[in-house]
């Protein structure tokens, strides 16, 4: 069983920085894309960034391009979204996702099969 444990969240003004983790396990994820999603109050939960496991090959939202980076560490089995440069419209729970693929990055929540329980992340103005 696939397990996604997110950490990392909190409160920092604007301009600031968050690093987001991902701790994956249950399973070999070099053939998995993971995916980072996030909802504000309100909103419709929305496509951040992915990152295919195996080669380490990228897609990004455009609203978080350029500050936004995802990453991930094979021998930890975790997967990180730095944040830089924080607006408070990026204000939302932040959730970590996956699933396996065959090489293409998904940018819709419905593609992926396993999500974490996600992490609140908060930028004052």
């Known amino acids: 069983q696939v397990q996604l444990v997110e950490s990392g969240g909190g409160l920092v003004q604007a301009g600031g920085s968050l690093r987001l983790s991902c701790a994956a396990s249950?399973?070999?994820?070099?053939?998995?894309?993971m995916g980072w999603f996030r909802q504000a109050p309100g909103k419709e939960r929305e496509f951040v960034a992915a990152?295919?496991?195996?080669?380490?090959?990228?897609n990004y939202a455009d609203s978080v391009k350029g500050r936004f980076t995802i990453s991930r560490d094979n021998a930890k089995n975790t997967v990180y979204l730095q944040m830089n440069s924080l607006k408070p419209d990026d204000t939302a729970v932040y959730t970590c996702?996956?699933?396996?693929?065959?090489?293409?990055?998904?940018?819709?929540?419905?593609?992926?099969?396993?999500w974490g329980q996600g992490t609140q992340v908060t930028v004052s103005s």
């Open positions: 996702a996956a699933v396996r693929t065959t090489g293409w990055l998904p940018e819709r929540g419905w593609e992926y099969n396993y």
């Open positions: 990152i295919l496991w195996s080669d380490g090959s990228t």
């Open positions: 249950g399973r070999t994820f070099s053939s998995y894309t």
